[in-house]
């Protein structure tokens, strides 16, 4: 029988792999590996076959990157500082995926520190970051007092800086949205529960709301306005301030939550009083978290797109750290939407305002 040809041996490559002699084994430039490998903008102008075959040689002869020399070359440390209040379920924790997933995907590492709504860390951590050379900042819920030497993404931002771009949800379509499907629902004497003074998006959220309650019809009263204070992002932060409002007054048939997980609070605190919800009193929440759509009722709400928000954020700022020189958007704005779902229903008869006499609206 004829002898089977033996397989050509791999020519002997250096131990480690490093980018010259890998550059080599495949018959390319330094330069062109080094694009695909970094998945630097300029990779896309190579063919899928030859960031194919690069790709696959890498792993296959276990070619690692340098990070020193990268660093020492493109001036960059590939690494980005992530400025958050603090971690918690919902909001934050999908705002997160979407950055970390971008980041990850980029080739960046990240820092992330929080800092509690407290000032003076949020004046130390910049500068500390600053300090380990990171090429940028994404800030989530957050504003600087000052400028930093590298670009900034800020998402819920609405501060302008010199070199800051704001991710920004359009508060005023969020707010007509909900108050115009609680107004087609027959509400008009609702409770309104604004953010805590730490979050930034919180007095804009409220202006919003003041100003579309006018163009929907709708009075706001004081003695229905609550306000959060607790630095809490568990269902707490609404259970004890819709239970006092209760305690004081039943003469309303609908409350907008700042947040879902307040929306949670509130749902019990409703609960709590021998009320239903929706039936006696409708509740609203705001971002769409991801357990929203699984309580009992399953909770109507403003979504916002929130992992997209991290990706665009990322995106962004990976754009202007690549490109300083070039222009940058200030502001990128991205829409709600309303997921009706069970916690809102027409007013009850029996629990409709009554006629007794009725406070002053806020102006």
């Not at 020189?325 to 008869?349: K, Q």
Request: some cysteine; overall charge positive.
């Amino acid at each position: 029988m004829p002898r089977k040809p033996k397989p050509i041996a791999e020519p002997e490559l250096p131990k480690p792999v490093n980018l010259k002699s890998l550059a080599e084994h495949l018959s390319l430039s330094p330069a062109t590996v080094s694009l695909v490998m970094n998945n630097a903008p300029g990779a896309s102008a190579i063919s899928a076959a030859t960031r194919q075959r690069v790709l696959e040689a890498a792993k296959r002869l276990d070619y690692r990157a340098n990070p020193i020399a990268r660093s020492l070359r493109t001036r960059q440390t590939f690494t980005i500082g992530v400025i958050v209040p603090e971690f918690s379920e919902g909001y934050f924790t999908t705002l997160m995926n979407g950055i970390e997933d971008s980041l990850l995907q980029s080739g960046y590492l990240h820092y992330v520190v929080t800092h509690q709504g407290k000032p003076d860390l949020i004046d130390e951590y910049p500068r500390l970051l600053t300090k380990r050379s990171v090429d940028g900042f994404l800030l989530v819920n957050t504003s600087l007092n000052e400028p930093v030497r590298v670009p900034v993404v800020s998402i819920s931002g609405h501060k302008k800086l010199k070199g800051n771009t704001n991710i920004m949800l359009d508060h005023d379509r969020a707010a007509l949205l909900a108050l115009q499907h609680l107004y087609d629902l027959g509400h008009r004497r609702i409770a309104f529960m604004k953010g805590q003074r730490q979050v930034s998006d919180s007095d804009f959220r409220w202006d919003s709301i003041m100003t579309i309650a006018k163009r929907v019809g709708l009075t706001i009263y004081p003695d229905l306005c609550v306000y959060l204070e607790a630095n809490s992002w568990s269902p707490e932060l609404g259970y004890p301030i819709i239970r006092d409002l209760l305690a004081r007054t039943r003469d309303f048939t609908a409350i907008f939550c700042s947040n879902d997980i307040a929306a949670i609070g509130a749902i019990r605190a409703i609960a709590d009083a021998n009320l239903r919800c929706p039936e006696d009193i409708s509740v609203i929440g705001f971002d769409d978290i991801s357990s929203a759509a699984y309580l009992t009722p399953r909770l109507t709400t403003v979504r916002q797109p929130l992992r997209r928000m991290g990706e665009a954020a990322v995106q962004t700022l990976l754009k202007r750290i690549e490109a300083p020189a070039n222009p940058y958007p200030e502001v990128i704005l991205f829409e709600p939407e309303l997921m009706i779902r069970e916690s809102t229903t027409n007013p009850n008869a029996s629990t409709a305002p009554n006629s007794r006499t009725r406070q002053k609206p806020l102006t």
